[in-house]
């Protein structure tokens, strides 16, 4: 079993970029050619409609980059078929060879973490049969609720080679309410951003990096530099670039100098720059999804 | 349309008392009856237990208390099946005139944290078409994204009726790494405390409540005599009474002087206070039900 940080290192070298493709459908910005295909008479067929567009930017990316990011919410939002659809999406994007973040801030206190952490890895097993659920290669942690709920999700992940991505600093306008409080001269992001590091500790691979990453939002330049520093062996994931306003050259403070240790997702930006009634949006997809890896590699 | 206050607070003065019950499925505590009845071989006959045995729970308590909460992450570590016992559960709680609180502790960036509050309240519209999700009375949320992140939840809930829950103080053993950070002389707590009393300010029901309450542990006595003080007008949900360790005693400071003002959750103290093998288990339930309201009475 390979660990996480080293298959997340492996998959960024074999593809030679740090992209990953944030996948949130929304009905409103689906092309009306699948929106045609499927109608929206029930919500089986709105998640109907969820899976087919979601598989084929998967097709389309799944040579280009290393890693993708579906947000839990959107197929939440289609209810039970909403989550059959997500379970199809993670399915083929891992037999794409894709490494997949399930973004969904989960937390909870131990013995319910213990429940989303086997959901998101290691799955559901009674009397002896064993039950995939999600399946993700990693998943995002909501860390306010502390170190107990916090540890049920990196013993899972460790148990079959998967990772977290804890939130330290979000890229949202107002993410500086909580996590800006200065508590004894440092941040509450700082002391969230030590605490990864601290977990991150008894994860490391062979690439020199850990398994319990962080969630740092390209919105705050200044921050990925010092951030960087702070933890300097643990994987960023870093939302905000693309439609959220982050630049290339804002995220290149999240990376090491060994070109590792940072992951860049967009979302909108890459998977729905057109109009719903472009018939060419698939090369639409290709063509932002090489332009950011243009810029990316321009680091 | 009621203000979710006044729903919550009609709710408790029809029953007579403030008990939450929480509704948590795990296979292994199942009774052995419903156990056999399905079996293990499918996640969806597992799930088939889980909504059998939590709609009886329902029947059981429905007429003894006013609210339920299930737990969104054991529903989810049944995958789609899962989902669709959950919206059975809450269907049928709603249905048996209980106020129902998902305990999701969602939160995220703006754009999302719109889909997740759809999801639990308004439903989805697409084209003119409604289509219900999760429909909960209320929704348990995690503040550390910041104002943007739970704004939408406000905005989504009040549209309908409901309500939400903030964690300010989880009832977790660790929950102290980072909720009790001193920030400027007050710890990080008592500032989300401060926040949640803001938002709950503009949603005032004539019980002299609003709806945008906070989640206290149970765990942590003299801080729920605090907080109380903190955020007068607020509803507490108060989780860690029972089977984490909190007396009667202990959550008595999380009422206000009018006997409003707090709801108390036990989850395994009430559904599971059986042995799996226990034939009378569904009495059990019932006396474990009493026990709880006779001990909160005495408040």
């Not at 492996?10 to 996948?23: D, F, P, Q, T, Y």
């Not at 097709?59 to 980059?65: G, H, I, K, P, Q």
């Not at 520093?229 to 905000?240: D, H």
Request: charged fraction near 20%.
């Amino acid at each position: 079993m390979t660990n996480f940080a080293d298959r997340l290192a492996e998959a960024v070298r074999r593809k030679g970029n740090s992209l990953c493709v944030g996948i949130d459908p929304r009905w409103e910005s689906l092309p009306k050619s699948i929106r045609e295909q499927f109608g929206s008479a029930s919500i089986a067929t709105i998640a109907c409609a969820f899976e087919v567009f979601s598989l084929r930017v998967l097709d389309l990316v799944a040579s280009l980059v290393p890693i993708v990011k579906p947000q839990s919410a959107f197929f939440e939002l289609c209810g039970p078929p909403g989550m059959i659809a997500l379970q199809s999406v993670v399915r083929r994007a891992r037999e794409l060879g894709l490494i997949v973040i399930l973004d969904s801030k989960r937390g909870d206190i131990a013995s319910t973490a213990v429940a989303y952490a086997d959901a998101a890895f290691g799955g559901l097993t009674v009397n002896g049969v064993h039950h995939t659920i999600w399946n993700a290669d990693a998943l995002t942690v909501n860390p306010y609720l502390g170190r107990d709920a916090v540890e049920p999700f990196i013993q899972s992940a460790r148990l079959s080679g998967r990772g977290l991505f804890v939130l330290v600093r979000t890229s949202n306008p107002g993410s500086g309410l909580f996590q800006e409080l200065d508590c004894g001269g440092r941040k509450l992001y700082q002391h969230v951003a030590q605490a990864v590091n601290e977990w991150n500790e008894s994860g490391f691979g062979s690439c020199g990096l850990g398994d319990v990453g962080a969630v740092v939002g390209a919105t705050h330049p200044a921050e990925l530099a010092e951030l960087r520093q702070a933890m300097p062996n643990v994987w960023f994931l870093v939302p905000g670039y693309g439609a959220q306003g982050g630049s290339a050259r804002d995220v290149a403070a999240a990376f090491r100098l060994d070109g590792l240790g940072a992951i860049v997702n967009s979302s909108r930006g890459i998977t729905f720059p057109f109009h719903p009634d472009e018939p060419n949006w698939e090369q639409a997809i290709l063509d932002a999804t090489e332009t950011a890896i243009g810029e990316l590699r321009f680091l």
